[in-house]
């Protein structure tokens, strides 16, 4: 159970980023050529919520299921001085749970903005703020608690 969530987990990452880079343009060109807020604008913000949702669900159940975080759990004073667990335990998902944050407060506010400029403006400070802490707390290959691009 743990290797398929594991995998699912690794693939939706993909979707994540790619719909939060697509978001982030599009509100970057609606700031710059004023244009109205488009369907496909919605499109790519719903992509992005809901991949990232399902992410965020997919690794609470790796808490449950994956050998690495129970332990860490247990043991959380040890596993403080082991980087793989502290690593996976506390910061990513501390940054991937405060970059979700962002994602839904600039989802939200975007909508009860009062014009099309206002609502691009805060969607693309948001999605910009939500893809920088996601990239920084992926475990990228090279890192020493890295992980494989794909599974
Ligand atoms: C939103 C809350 C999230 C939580 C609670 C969470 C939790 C976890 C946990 C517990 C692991 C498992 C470590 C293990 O057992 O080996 C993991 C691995 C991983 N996470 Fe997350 N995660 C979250 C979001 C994300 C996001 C948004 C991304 C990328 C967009 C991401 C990318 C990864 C990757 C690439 C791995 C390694 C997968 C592999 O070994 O192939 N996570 N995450």
Redesign the pocket.
Known sequence: M?AML??L??I???A??LFALLLLSRAVNGVRTRRDWAPADHRFGLGFIIS?DL??L???A??HF????PDSLEGFKGAMHVP?LRF??VE??AG??L??AAAHISWAKGKRAADAARRFRTVAIGTGLSLLL?VL???WPWMAVG??LW?
């Not at 994956?66 to 975080?69: A, E, F, I």
């Open positions: 743990a594991l995998a987990h690794s939706v990452r993909w994540v980023v990232f992410q965020f997919i690794g609470l790796l808490f994956s050998t690495l975080t793989a996976f335990a990513h998902t991937m749970v970059a979700l996601v707390s992926i475990p992980r494989r599974p």
